[in-house]
């Protein structure tokens, strides 16, 4: 099994990585989600996030996968609010 990290904003897909295992995944799906959150919140403070909002993620998702990518299994998602 396979581990795909992925990030998308308003465009679409803009990142995605293949981890061995799940913990490694996670561990980069925690780390992601606190680092966009933070990213997102002091864009919206400073009245930005508009302008520059699609630089950060506004999804966050990691999906367990065989290497044939004929199974598709969320493990975890982020979403950005509203």
Known sequence: MFYEFRLFNSKGCFQVREYG??????????????????GRQALADADMLGVAGDCLATEIQVVQRNEWMTSLVEIANWKAAA
């Open 21 to 38: 295992s799940e913990a490694d995944a996670m561990k980069r799906f925690d780390s992601a989600v606190e680092f966009t959150s933070r």
